[in-house]
């Protein structure tokens, strides 16, 4: 009775693999999140969210911010690309789950996409604050 698990349970299934294996499937995984598993009339969240990261990052590096201030419009992005990949994640699993109307999948669906509008958000905060005084000081010259 040391270990009653199932050897074969779904958890080992996805949770027993070498580390090339894991890093595959990692990046296949930001590869489905990048390009949308949703149907073709749907929009993909990242063909927001990509454009103005490079356009984020570009002005950060053309107004010659200090490396802690990109690290910070850097760690921004990567929280808002996070956020959108989770949300992509739940979405994928809620129609794995269920074609029917639910109200705990609609809301949990609600929230999800809360977070992501929330970290958006603070992300887009921080980004004025950055970037704002350097541009506000470029133009008033």
Known sequence: MVNDRNVNSPGDIYSN???AQ???ISFRGLWLGLKGTQSPNSLNSFIIH???AVVVLITGVWIG???ISISLLVLCVGAV???ELFN???ESLAKAITDQADHN???ALDIASGAVLLVSLTASV???VILGIPIWQLWAL
Do not use: D, E, Q, T
Request: net charge positive; charged share 15%.
């Open 17 to 19: 693999r070498r580390w």
């Open 22 to 24: 894991k890093f595959k």
């Open 50 to 52: 990509v454009p103005i």
């Open 65 to 67: 911010l200090a490396p």
């Open 81 to 83: 690309m996070a956020a």
């Open 88 to 90: 992509s994640s739940l």
């Open 105 to 107: 999948v609609a809301n």
């Open 126 to 128: 921080v980004g004025a």
